[in-house]
T-cell receptor, first 114, second 115 residues
Framework: GNSVTQMEGPVTLSEEAFLTINCTYT??????LFWYVQYPGEGLQLLLK?????DKGSNKGFEATYRKETTSFHLEKGSVQVSDSAVYFC?????????????FGKGTHLIIQP | DAGVIQSPRHEVTEMGQEVTLRCKPI?????LFWYRQTMMRGLELLIY????????DSGMPEDRFSAKMPNASFSTLKIQPSEPRDSAVYFC?????????????FGPGTRLTVT
């Protein structure tokens, strides 16, 4: 079945540091890949997505590239801010014969210190 | 649009009581999803609907859980009887349609505590 593995954290960084959150996946077929962000007390928000190999999703300074050869979709940001503190979820959807919902990783709690 | 609306935001109940969680999807969205989030298991899909019809309920943990969607603007998730292990945050999400159905918009969640 489908699965997503990501570093669970917490990941603690200083403001303006470089961020990488690793995400790898297992899926049949050609899934779409997503990063969601959850701020304290709120629901998940779509941060970025990529629907095919070598696509790069980007939003709010975050980027992730769909790497089919390494089955990865690592999230990066060049200079993080305190306001980026949140839980980040990597997810996939294969759109195949199974459930059309998303398969999520367990989430990575990111803490940015001033 | 106000986004996906869930109520209540917090629910505390005693073991054995019936609990009903409510969701209003974004107008025009054909798909509605219910998820459960716990520390141990992360986010799990419980059930989803397409055009008010349940499509896949394989994630529903047991018969104590039931979900309905009587119309395009309202869905409920009911737990009867509730147990302490049901304590979690329950999210509702909706998406537009087949072409971009995998872009889901989440509500703020209902935090359920069963004592």
């Amino acid at each position: 079945g489908n699965s997503v593995t990501q570093m669970e954290g917490p990941v603690t960084l200083s403001e303006e540091a470089f961020l990488t959150i690793n995400c790898t996946y297992t899926a049949t077929g050609y899934p779409s890949l997503f990063w969601y962000v959850q701020y304290p007390g709120e629901g998940l928000q779509l941060l970025l997505k990529a629907t095919k190999a070598d696509d790069k999703g980007s939003n709010k300074g975050f980027e992730a590239t769909y790497r089919k050869e390494t089955t990865s979709f690592h999230l990066e940001k060049g200079s993080v801010q305190v306001s980026d503190s949140a839980v980040y979820f990597c997810a996939l959807s294969d759109g195949g014969g199974g459930a059309d919902g998303l398969t999520f990783g367990k989430g990575t709690h990111l803490i940015i210190q001033p | 649009d106000a986004g996906v609306i869930q109520s209540p935001r917090h629910e505390v109940t005693e073991m054995g009581q019936e609990v009903t969680l409510r969701c209003k999807p974004i107008s025009g969205h054909d798909y509605l999803f219910w998820y459960r989030q716990t520390m141990m298991r992360g986010l799990e899909l419980l059930i989803y609907f397409n055009n008010n019809v349940p499509i896949d309920d394989s994630g529903m943990p047991e018969d104590r859980f039931s979900a309905k969607m009587p119309n395009a603007s309202f869905s409920t998730l009911k737990i009867q009887p509730s147990e302490p292990r049901d304590s979690a945050v329950y999210f509702c999400a909706s998406s537009l349609g087949l072409h971009i159905r995998h872009e889901q918009y989440f509500g703020p969640g209902t935090r359920l505590t069963v004592t």
